[in-house]
């Protein structure tokens, strides 16, 4: 009963973690595309806008061509992707997801999984260092 509870509270821990990962990487991309928009308006504005605002040179602008061209490849990946996956599943001739983790399962060559993976759970970095300096003397000595 105790280590259910403990399952049950590591849920919402873990949630809150992939969505503070999610956000800091969300946040570092929007950033990266800003600062590389502001760079390249700084480096050349006369270009930056001719790309932004059709004309009768170029009757679409940059931005809606990239939209479209990211629109197109979506598809073609997102379609392509489950095109292949549905060939698989069929081929395969399984009917739900358990069947066709078996039929991977025994497809696939087994994992040998060692014995003793070590320790995983450190208070400080101080303690993983001397727990490698350790280990690092044991295998010296053998």
Do not use: H
């Not at 696939?108 to 350790?134: A, H, T, W």
Request: charged share 25%; glycine share 10%; proline share 5%.
């Amino acid at each position: 009963m105790n280590q259910s509870k403990e399952v049950t509270e590591e849920k919402p821990r873990k949630l809150l973690e992939t969505s503070f990962l999610l956000g800091v990487t969300g946040m570092s991309i929007l950033a990266g595309f800003g600062m590389t928009l502001a760079l390249a308006k700084k480096k050349d504005p006369v270009y930056f806008y001719k790309g932004m605002l059709p004309t009768k040179e170029m009757p679409e602008s940059g931005g809606s061509l990239a939209m479209r061209a990211l629109g197109w490849g979506t598809l073609y990946a997102v379609g392509g992707f489950s095109i292949f996956c549905a060939g698989v599943w069929k081929m395969m001739g399984v009917n739900n997801m358990q069947e066709f983790r078996m039929k991977i399962g025994n497809a696939l060559p087994r994992i040998p999984q060692k014995e003793n993976p070590g320790r995983s759970d450190f208070k400080s970095v101080r303690e993983l260092m001397n727990y490698l300096i350790e280990e690092s003397d044991k295998s010296k000595k053998s």
